[in-house]
Nanobody
Framework: QVKLVESGGGLVQAGGSLRLSCAASGRTASVYAMGWFRQAPGKERDFVAAIRWNGRATDFADSVKGRFTISRDNAKNTVYLEMNSLQPEDTAVYYC????????????????WGQGTLVTVSS
């Protein structure tokens, strides 16, 4: 079982940037695809971005394409979400997730979740 711990959330003004980190622990952490979901108040948890275990493929929700990037450092068992041009509608709790395959993330089919980190974008 892989354990995930997010960090990097906070308050930012519209147009600003934030970088989220997710540290994974467990012997098999580096073979998992990893990604991010978010849940705004009163809404369902939605897929944001994911990256294959070797970093050679990524996937993004349409709402963040061109603004967010995802990367990973398997030597550190860490995945990053770089968020640029943030807007108030990006306000949400952001959850790190791990799954066997990149294609599973859009199906909400993941094996592990982090505890979440709050991102608040003020207008």
């Amino acid at each position: 079982q892989v354990k995930l711990v997010e960090s990097g959330g906070g308050l930012v003004q519209a147009g600003g940037s934030l970088r989220l980190s997710c540290a994974a622990s467990g012997r098999t952490a580096s073979v998992y695809a990893m990604g991010w979901f978010r849940q705004a108040p009163g809404k369902e948890r939605d897929f944001v971005a994911a990256i294959r275990w070797n970093g050679r493929a990524t996937d993004f929700a349409d709402s963040v394409k061109g603004r967010f990037t995802i990367s990973r450092d398997n030597a550190k068992n860490t995945v990053y979400l770089e968020m640029n041009s943030l807007q108030p509608e990006d306000t949400a709790v952001y959850y790190c997730a791990a799954g066997r395959f990149l294609s599973d993330f859009k199906k909400n089919k993941v094996d592990a979740w982090g505890q979440g980190t709050l991102v608040t974008v003020s207008s």
